[in-house]
């Protein structure tokens, strides 16, 4: 995998931005150059390309596949510069706006990453050059959103700034030896779910692999919220289309639900101390047949799992977690950006987005036929479901910047007692609306 799981939430939590933001400030009145436009013809040149995907991760493999099309076809040499997610996070404002910015570079999306980058001028709008290829014909709407943003860099607006290469989605994994060995079934409606909670309960068994000290928590409250949502509910969430009521139906069944999981022993009672690698060991090891979380588990439990497993949607949503992966941004004192923009469409290739496919990633534009492992292909038509319902409905955190660390801290009170679902959800509800202010 390229990063951990407490990586990748990493990349979900907006503080981290904090350092990008001081900086850029700084730096927004500057303006960059357009680079060259109206021919990828590369002869002599050099296309430079910032990403931080590990060496062994299906990213880093696809795009280092990509390298040699690209300069067969262009003439260009292609120079990788290794930087670490920590650089890239930290040091982009500064760089971007110097002649020391990179052609083309992969960085986070949501608002206060690619598109705080945006609304200062530091990427490049490349609106033109996805109609020109048409990547957007090969990104469905909800892959769209987080590519493209406002001029106040709230995505989901009118201009593109990136295109993602992958996707990704929070879904359960079920240990099928141990439902067998129970004499159960994979649930395919939430009335099933509980029954199967409750029967592994019944056999002493600790049934929902979970972590309240990082992300999963959060995710499995926001995943009970969506089962009494529709679309507009996430576009008032994620998009501040309208004021989210907290005491509505949506958030009051997520944490009230949460709490019910902890008093029935569907989770730990421990639950608020555990980080999300003890929770995904857990599964991994087989204390726990069940685990609520994201793709970016699925190579890693290909690998260690010793049993047989599944990934599925969550019974009973037509909505779930996830959203594109990280962006391909051209930063707009690149000198090459016609070049950065065939880079673009070759790994936005079906031979390119096959090998995404094959090493357990989730390609955004692949030809499924080309998929040729089994898990991995379960796991593309599992993401195509999704996307097919216009089902990915982003993370809890992403509204607000410092929400992800609230919502932590507010669920870990619900779940151990020391505060009921009324007060979590004013709690969340006001530091939600006070870090939401700004875009409304």
Known sequence: MARTPAQRRATRTFAAIGSIAVAALTLAGCSGGGGDSGSADGEGKTLTLWHYEGADSA???????????????????????????????????????????????????????????????????????????????????????????????????????????????????YNLDAFAAAGLEVPTTYDEFVKVLDAFVAKGITPLAEAGA??????????????????????????????????????????????????????????SSVKAEDAGVSFINGSSPIFVSGSWWYGRFAEEAGFDWSLAVFPGSKLSLGSSGNLWVVPERSKNHDLAYEFIDITMSPEIQAIIGNNGGVPVAADTADITDAKSKELIDTFNGVLADDGLSFYPDWPAPGFYDVLVQELQGLVTGTQDAATTNANLGAKYDDGTADFR
């Open 59 to 173: 990213m880093a493999k696809a795009w280092n596949a990509a390298i040699p099309i690209f300069e067969e076809k262009t003439g260009a040499t292609v120079k990788v510069e290794e930087k670490s997610f920590e650089q890239i996070q930290k040091t982009a404002s500064q760089v971007l706006d110097t002649d020391a910015a990179p052609d083309l570079m992969e960085f986070n999306k949501g608002n206060a990453t690619a598109g705080f980058l945006a609304s200062t001028g530091l990427i490049a709008d490349i609106s033109e050059a996805v109609t020109q290829y048409g990547w957007d014909a090969k990104l469905a709407p909800s892959l769209q959103t987080t590519a493209k943003y406002s001029s106040d860099g709230v995505m989901g607006g009118d201009t593109w700034y990136g295109v993602p290469n992958y996707g990704e989605f929070v879904g359960v994994y």
């Open 214 to 271: 990082e992300y999963p928590l959060g995710q499995l409250w926001y995943q009970l919220a969506l089962t009494k949502a529709d679309r507009s509910w996430v576009d008032d969430y994620q998009l501040y289309k309208n004021p989210v009521d907290w005491n509505g139906p949506e958030v009051d069944y997520a944490s009230q639900t949460l709490s019910d999981y902890v008093a029935k022993g569907y989770i730990a009672k421990d639950v």
